[in-house]
């Protein structure tokens, strides 16, 4: 049974003192490290978003000099094309001023052989059909 007397009172107060006492020995020293752990997570969780964050604006940095590097090439990739087409129609150009100067040389020259064959032909027509008489005649046309 339980006897109330001078020892329940000991026992009591021995109990409020303990409480103080590992209050302040072991519950406040934890408190302040649990306090203390809980505010560390957060700043690295602040940092982990904010590296996060850095690292986005980096990626976009990244992405955009990415996109103007391919425009750029683009750009210096069209200008060269057009710059070796405009090369190749100057070219192309000449090569056809030269044939077209060729064949007009080689045309002049064959109406220039046919003129001559014509005046050569004009020329001795006459004695031709003289000739072709003699031969259906029979005999000479000269008297």
């Known amino acids: 049974m339980i006897s109330i007397d001078i020892t329940l009172l000991i026992h009591i107060l021995n109990m409020i003192v303990l409480m103080f006492v590992l209050n302040a020995v072991l519950y406040k020293p934890i408190l302040g490290i649990l306090e203390k752990r809980t505010q560390r997570l957060a700043s690295l969780q602040g940092e982990v978003v904010q590296f996060e964050m850095d690292a986005q604006a980096q990626q976009a940095?990244?992405?955009?000099?990415?996109?103007?590097?391919?425009?750029?090439?683009?750009?210096?990739?069209?200008?060269?094309?057009?710059?070796?087409?405009?090369?190749?129609?100057?070219?192309?150009?000449?090569?056809?001023?030269?044939?077209?100067?060729?064949?007009?040389?080689?045309?002049?020259?064959?109406?220039?052989?046919?003129?001559?064959?014509?005046?050569?032909?004009?020329?001795?027509?006459?004695?031709?059909?003289?000739?072709?008489?003699?031969?259906?005649?029979?005999?000479?046309?000269?008297?």
């Open 61 to 143: 940095e990244l992405d955009r000099k990415m996109r103007e590097a391919s425009a750029k090439a683009k750009k210096a990739l069209d200008e060269a094309k057009a710059q070796a087409q405009a090369v190749g129609l100057e070219k192309l150009t000449a090569i056809r001023t030269v044939a077209d100067q060729d064949k007009k040389k080689a045309l002049d020259n064959a109406h220039e052989q046919i003129e001559a064959a014509r005046k050569t032909l004009q020329e001795n027509t006459a004695d031709f059909a003289s000739a072709m008489a003699e031969k259906i005649l029979g005999r000479s046309l000269k008297a």
